[in-house]
């Protein structure tokens, strides 16, 4: 019994190596184009509405 537990800890272990590896992968990966925050580009203005009648 003792031994399966050691055996369990060991696959948590590998599993927690194994998401920590792919998270770092995918963190320093290339990145997309896009991704970044840009200030809104600004619309030109609209001439305001006439007022109504």
């Known amino acids: 019994m003792d031994a399966l537990w050691w055996l369990a800890l060991v696959a948590v272990a590998a599993l927690a190596l194994v998401a920590t590896l792919i998270d770092g992968v995918g963190r320093l990966g ?22 109504p009648d």
Do not use: T, V, W
Request: aromatic letters at 0%.
């Open 30 to 51: 290339p990145r997309r184009r896009g991704r970044g925050r840009r200030s809104p580009e600004r619309r030109p203005e609209r001439p305001s509405d006439p007022p």
